[in-house]
């Protein structure tokens, strides 16, 4: 027969295990967090393609603990200028959009499209901490991930020129190149993508700017006629989450979140492999090339820091200071 001593001490034991075991049910018994998600482009399209898989990733690598509803994406869901504002604000959870398309919000974010480094350098030499912080602070958004590093832009048009002169045409524009093309003359018409073909079709504008992919996918090389080389840029889309969301999940969902952002980051080569098949496609659509030399790129670069400095006084110079080599 046990002493008190002994019955005390079991019973103690026996309400360590109870408490124990308890903690564990509350662990594996939490609800499931959902977190809803929207793209700036639509469904299907190069932009979202990748943001769909990342939400696939999330929803693969989290059941019972996190996953993502993705809402859809383009202005069949919401303006994609708009975006910004409804993940400022947490109607939307996540968004997959591109800096140009929130600098009302935050308008140091028009600086990603000029660096000179990948999303995982930013990382590692201050950055991306620096531009989150902005993020964090102005937007109440957490950067989560960046997709479409490896990918620049392009000047497309409906006419040929024989020389960087912009003059007397306009051009479909978004911030990302709306200091460039003007440097060359240009007249820049803002409009959504879903509006883009229209405007080709009618004569409202003479060309745009986008990236080496998707043009085939959006329809425009319908409306196309040249594509000038080379590139510029990076046409960088960012993954942002409202940061009082991010604060309130456990460092398990966050760990979910992180891992399926550095797999779609991971994603470099196969978009280098992408471009390729694009730039064929083009040349099979009817698109023919307009090839300008290493001036022209750098013309890119001086009028986009130009601007980028005159309007970011405070922020711009370590910004450059961190996003140039």
Same mark, same amino acid.
């Given at each position: 027969?046990?002493?008190?001593?002994?019955?005390?001490?079991?019973?103690?034991?026996?309400?360590?295990?109870?408490?124990?075991?308890?903690?564990?049910?509350?662990?594996?018994?939490?609800?499931?967090?959902?977190?809803?998600?929207?793209?700036?482009?639509a469904n299907g399209t190069?932009?979202?393609?990748?943001?769909?898989?990342?939400?696939?990733?999330?929803?693969?690598?989290?059941?019972?603990?996190?996953?993502?509803?993705?809402?859809?994406?383009?202005?069949?869901?919401?303006?994609?200028?708009?975006?910004?504002?409804?993940?400022?604000? @947490? /109607?939307? %959870?996540? $968004?997959?959009?591109?800096?140009?398309? +929130?600098?009302?919000?935050?308008?140091?974010?028009? !600086?990603?499209?000029?660096?000179?480094?990948?999303?995982?350098?930013?990382?590692?030499?201050?950055?991306?901490?620096?531009?989150?912080?902005?993020?964090?602070?102005?937007?109440?958004?957490?950067?989560?991930?960046?997709?479409?590093?490896?990918?620049?832009?392009?000047?497309?048009?409906?006419?040929?020129?024989?020389?960087?002169?912009?003059?007397?045409?306009?051009?479909?524009?978004?911030?990302?190149?709306?200091?460039?093309?003007?440097?060359?003359?240009?007249?820049?018409?803002?409009?959504?993508?879903?509006?883009?073909?229209?405007?080709?079709?009618?004569?409202?504008?003479?060309?745009?700017?986008?990236?080496?992919? @998707? /043009?085939? %996918?959006? $329809?425009?090389?319908?409306?196309?006629? +040249?594509?000038?080389?080379?590139?510029?840029?990076? !046409?960088?889309?960012?993954?942002?989450?409202?940061?009082?969301?991010?604060?309130?999940?456990?460092?398990?969902?966050k760990a979910i979140l992180?891992?399926?952002?550095?797999?779609?980051?991971?994603?470099?080569?196969?978009?280098?492999e992408i471009n390729a098949?694009?730039?064929?496609?083009?040349?099979?659509?009817?698109?023919?090339?307009?090839?300008?030399?290493?001036?022209?790129?750098?013309?890119?670069?001086?009028?986009?820091?130009?601007?980028?400095?005159?309007?970011?006084?405070?922020?711009?110079?370590?910004?450059?200071?961190?996003?140039?080599?």
């Open positions: 027969m046990k002493s008190r001593e002994q019955l005390k001490k079991s019973l103690k034991i026996s309400a360590i295990g109870f408490a124990i075991f308890g903690g564990l049910m509350n662990v594996t018994s939490a609800e499931e967090v959902t977190l809803k998600a929207v793209s700036a482009f190069t932009f979202t393609k990748n943001f769909q898989r990342f939400v696939d990733k999330v929803n693969e690598i989290g059941p019972g603990v996190l996953k993502i509803n993705y809402l859809g994406g383009g202005k069949a869901v919401l303006n994609p200028f708009e975006l910004g504002n409804a993940i400022k604000t @947490g /109607v939307v %959870d996540i $968004g997959n959009l591109p800096g140009a398309f +929130y600098t009302n919000i935050v308008p140091e974010a028009d !600086a990603i499209k000029l660096t000179q480094f990948t999303i995982q350098e930013e990382r590692k030499n201050g950055a991306w901490a620096y531009m989150n912080d902005l993020h964090v602070k102005k937007m109440n958004a957490y950067h989560l991930a960046r997709q479409k590093d490896c990918v620049p832009f392009h000047l497309y048009l409906t006419k040929k020129i024989e020389t960087p002169d912009l003059s007397g045409m306009n051009i479909r524009t978004t911030p990302i190149y709306s200091a460039f093309f003007s440097s060359l003359g240009g007249s820049m018409i803002r409009t959504p993508p879903g509006d883009v073909y229209t405007a080709l079709e009618r004569g409202a504008v003479d060309g745009y700017g986008w990236p080496t992919q @998707g /043009v085939l %996918d959006l $329809g425009w090389h319908e409306v196309t006629k +040249y594509r000038v080389d080379p590139g510029f840029y990076r !046409a960088s889309v960012e993954v942002l989450i409202n940061n009082n969301k991010w604060d309130k999940l456990g460092k398990q969902q992180k891992q399926a952002s550095m797999w779609m980051e991971g994603l470099c080569t196969e978009d280098k098949t694009e730039i064929k496609r083009q040349a099979e659509a009817g698109i023919e090339v307009i090839s300008f030399d290493g001036d022209y790129v750098q013309k890119a670069y001086d009028a986009g820091w130009d601007a980028f400095l005159k309007a970011n006084p405070e922020h711009g110079p370590k910004l450059k200071e961190l996003l140039t080599k």
